[in-house]
């Protein structure tokens, strides 16, 4: 009789133990306002359990501090995504007398199919010597002066200066050649049409010279085969020059009678008045539009004050390629599935987001967020949600959330682009 007691007693906290847990678990499972999934992501969800979070090792804490939301993503993420952030700090540098490069093509970011980027160092006087692209190429100045010489098919020259906040755009096989005349030279990010290019297989003009037979080079230039008799056997791709002398003669000695190409290929975007300017910050766009030049690649500048937000949006045109020129935020990406993923960035750091999925970025720090929005498009395109929802119906969006339409009617309209904190 004792037996069975004890056997109906076990059965009894057995069965109540077992409808706790199912209660604890039906509790976990359920769906809230900021905590969306079953079963539920994020450290909002392990109170009571703080293992659930640790990291005992091994780690690298100096690394991973700089990316609290990989870390701990919030509890709105969900699923996965390609990794969407790379960055120049890590890119190993090529270092010459007379500057260096780094770059980030595909090959190091999977998810960078149209846009390859490059940081390069030019000193006072530093040259990248004569060379043209397979791709094109467009750049913006982050430091110093640049002074860039062209010629298009047609013989028609040019010799331009681009200075900090300066853009330039030389469309694919457009010889060129770089040089840094800033009181300590000049710093500058390129972008090329084509997430596979890379800056370091480009035609040289001292390869070509070195590998022609001095023949051959005799005919073509009509002096003796010994006038080439020094030229380097490597070619140079960077390498310390004299200063050039006054740009007017420097213009006047290329352009000779053929005049200078109808569009210039430089565009001082800094001095070009916001494409829109709120309270939390302002977009300055550059596209064919007014950098006629730049028929394949269209950028955007965006400054964000701390706390403000790059609003919900995506881009119907084109994957977004960006890059941190100065202080630090949070990007989250939206796509299909849902798949939703979050990641920090800083100055030096790139971003990818494909075309058309919804995207935004928060200052998260004590001084202003700036960075560049870079295109594979002739022209600057984005969708906002806050735009689309706004000029909807209010009663049909009131449906899809339960949202009073009065309530609807204060959501931002036209545009904001950039929303305060």
Request: glycine residues 8%; negative net charge.
């Amino acid at each position: 009789m004792i037996k069975n007691f004890i056997s109906s007693r076990r059965k009894v906290l057995a069965a109540t133990a077992a409808s706790g847990v199912a209660a604890v678990a039906a509790t976990a499972r359920s769906a809230s306002f900021g905590n969306p999934d079953e079963p539920p992501e994020g450290a909002v969800n392990t109170k009571g359990n703080p293992s659930s979070t640790s990291d005992p090792g091994p780690n690298n804490p100096a690394l991973s501090n700089q990316f609290p939301t990989a870390f701990s993503p919030p509890a709105t993420n969900v699923g996965s995504l390609p990794m969407f952030w790379a960055s120049f700090n890590n890119a190993p540098r090529r270092i010459q007398n007379g500057g260096w490069a780094r770059q980030v093509t595909q090959f190091d970011f999977q998810v960078s199919e149209q846009i390859a980027g490059v940081n390069m160092r030019l000193t006072r006087g530093g040259i990248r010597e004569l060379h043209w692209h397979q791709a094109a190429e467009w750049a913006y100045v982050t430091y110093g002066t640049c002074r860039v010489t062209t010629i298009d098919q047609f013989g028609r020259a040019n010799v331009e200066d681009v200075h900090e906040g300066g853009l330039w755009y030389f469309p694919a096989g457009m010889p060129h050649s770089l040089q840094g005349i800033g009181e300590d030279g000049c710093e500058f990010i390129l972008c090329f049409d084509d997430g596979k290019a890379t800056e370091f297989i480009t035609l040289l003009v001292t390869d070509w010279v070195a590998h022609t037979p001095p023949e051959d080079l005799a005919l073509n230039f009509g002096v003796p085969a010994e006038t080439f008799s020094k030229i380097p056997l490597h070619d140079l791709y960077i390498f310390q020059g004299e200063l050039p002398g006054p740009i007017e003669a420097d213009q006047q000695q290329a352009q000779g009678d053929a005049g200078p190409p109808p569009l210039p290929s430089t565009f001082q975007l800094s001095e070009v008045a916001p494409t829109r300017q709120t309270k939390g910050g302002s977009v300055r766009v550059a596209d064919s539009s007014n950098f006629k030049a730049s028929k394949t690649i269209a950028a955007s500048q965006v400054t964000i004050h701390p706390g403000g937000m790059r609003e919900m949006h995506w881009h119907p045109n084109a994957d977004e390629w960006l890059y941190i020129i100065a202080g630090e935020g949070r990007a989250t990406v939206f796509n299909t599935g849902p798949n939703v993923s979050s990641q920090n960035f800083r100055a030096g750091d790139i971003g990818y987001v494909k075309r058309n999925y919804g995207h935004y970025l928060r200052n998260t720090g004590n001084t202003d967020l700036v960075y560049l929005e870079v295109f594979r498009s002739s022209y600057f395109a984005d969708i906002s949600l806050s735009d689309w929802l706004t000029h909807t119906p209010p009663a049909l969006v009131a449906q899809h959330f339960n949202i009073d339409p009065k309530v609807i009617a204060q959501f931002p309209r036209n545009k904001p682009v950039i929303v305060p904190v």
